[in-house]
């Protein structure tokens, strides 16, 4: 579901921002309705190297969007710890093809270099993110580049370990994977670096237009250090199985209501 169709969400969000300073009257904003443009929050789900894990859980839940992860994935989650835990060893399951996608580029950068191996291969790893230069500077005892698998399978293990491991920091790695993970649940993840003070609410595009759109939570991280998740002003309005929406309970109660008070 997110595919091409939205891959330009995120930089409608940032447009806002600077196209939106008079929000009352704009009229549209890039072919959609301004009423799809909502005022949010950034809000904080805790952090001691798990932020990334919390904030997907606070996110989610305040959407109403966590009862279809749960359904989506097979799997039960207690609470944002226990989410931890879970969250971390799917990703860990899941990061083999991105580990070797890496290492492949990598690999094939220190060997297309015209300069003897070693003064590639610390040229090559200026590119590479800091905790992939420190795996291979630990193991510099080896011969690297020689034999992908071999750097692929030293590689990959740590990895895993690392991100299992409850407390430590995430990466782009596990963003990555996580996109994927909740893509399958019909779920788009976004991330800011950049704060914002309206974004787009899909659920509300949906409502108002012929065009069912994707069901998305939406992240903050500062700095590239810690993650926060951005807060919608209310909660979703529940979609039915064919991509329409029911009302609550509280919502049929308040439209009997005004009913009752026309008679």
Known sequence: MAGVKYI???VMDLQIKSELNNYETSQNFGGISNIGVVNVAIKDAGGGGNCLYFSLYE?????GYLNMLSESLGMQFIDKHDFNIK?????????DGVIRDMIQHFCNSVMQRNMPGVESLKISLL??????QNIIKKHAHIRFC??????????LEEVKASI???????GEIEVQVATNILDTAGI?????NTKLSKLIDFEILSRNLDQVQPHRIVLYNSGELHYQYYLFPRPP??????????????QKKSRKHRKSRRV
């Open 188 to 192: 788009i993840l976004s991330v800011h």
């Open 87 to 95: 969250i971390r060893q799917l990703i860990a399951d899941h990061v």
């Open 8 to 10: 330009h969400i995120e």
């Open 164 to 170: 299992k491991t409850a407390g430590n920091w995430a």
């Open 59 to 63: 996110a989610l839940q305040s959407r």
């Open 127 to 132: 590119a590479q993110p800091l905790w992939l």
């Open 237 to 250: 309005i529940k979609r039915n199985r064919q991509g329409g929406y029911r009302r609550t309970k509280k």
């Open 146 to 155: 020689g034999n992908v698998n071999q750097v692929y399978n030293l590689v």
